[in-house]
T-cell receptor, first 112, second 115 residues
Framework: DAGITQSPRHKVTETGTPVTLRCHQTENHRYMYWYRQDPGHGLRLIHYSYGVKDTDKGEVSDGYSVSRSKTEDFLLTLESATSSQTSVYFC???????????FGPGTRLTVT | GENVEQHPSTLSVQEGDSAVIKCTYSDSASNYFPWYKQELGKGPQLIIDIRSNVGEKKDQRIAVTLNKTAKHFSLHITETQPEDSAVYFCAATPPNSGGYQKVTFGTGTKLQVIP
């Protein structure tokens, strides 16, 4: 499982509230990613990180921010959740110089 | 940018039969093509991959083929078993120059193996 955990695993929140999802890895990988998964869209990249305090946007970054203060933790924040952000969120890592990506177990977020 | 199309979106087969899932990609620079299996309530798991310098790769009951000229790649599962039931994703990836790994995923195929 590449030593990746995500918390919480499930969350229901109301429109307009802030939400933070956490990804934790135990293997010191430099590159970490946040994806969202929606029916008919596969997996789409929200943000990624290439080191502590080094992050960049993916293809669907609007409405999301990220932070990485420690190598092992990558946080995804929805500043003001909207119903369109109801989705399953996956964290992933890939070993430096490698093509392979390995995914965490996911967080199912419902915004009511 | 890269575009990956995956077909079919759903596939039902009898146990013991073969299953084939097909993908096409648009960017000729892509050179790495992983396949992921996602079971209900879990994250995608890398099950097999192929690089552009190889035409076919096998791992027990699973095989992948790649046609670079046509920009097609396929996943073949033989002697299907109920535990093969899952959603399968293909993906295409450009060369990793040491930076972050950009991956474009297909939209997934839900495979149901009927006992």
């Amino acid at each position: 499982d590449a030593g990746i955990t995500q918390s919480p695993r499930h969350k229901v929140t109301e429109t307009g509230t802030p939400v933070t999802l956490r990804c934790h890895q135990t293997e010191n990988h430099r590159y970490m990613y946040w994806y969202r998964q929606d029916p008919g869209h596969g997996l789409r990249l929200i943000h990624y990180s290439y080191g502590v305090k080094d992050t960049d946007k993916g293809e669907v970054s609007d409405g999301y921010s990220v932070s990485r203060s420690k190598t092992e933790d990558f946080l995804l924040t929805l500043e003001s959740a909207t119903s369109s952000q109801t989705s399953v969120y996956f964290c992933a890592i890939n070993p430096a110089g490698s093509n392979e990506q390995y995914f965490g177990p996911g967080t199912r977020l419902t915004v009511t | 940018g890269e575009n990956v199309e995956q077909h079919p979106s759903t596939l039902s087969v009898q146990e013991g039969d073969s299953a084939v899932i097909k993908c096409t990609y648009s960017d000729s620079a892509s050179n790495y093509f992983p396949w992921y299996k996602q079971e209900l309530g879990k994250g995608p798991q890398l099950i097999i991959d192929i690089r552009s310098n190889v035409g076919e790769k096998k791992d027990q009951r699973i095989a992948v083929t790649l046609n670079k000229t046509a920009k097609h790649f396929s996943l073949h599962i033989t002697e299907t078993q109920p535990e093969d039931s899952a959603v399968y994703f293909c993906a295409a990836t450009p060369p990793n120059s040491g930076g972050y790994q950009k991956v474009t995923f297909g939209t997934g195929t839900k495979l149901q193996v009927i006992p």
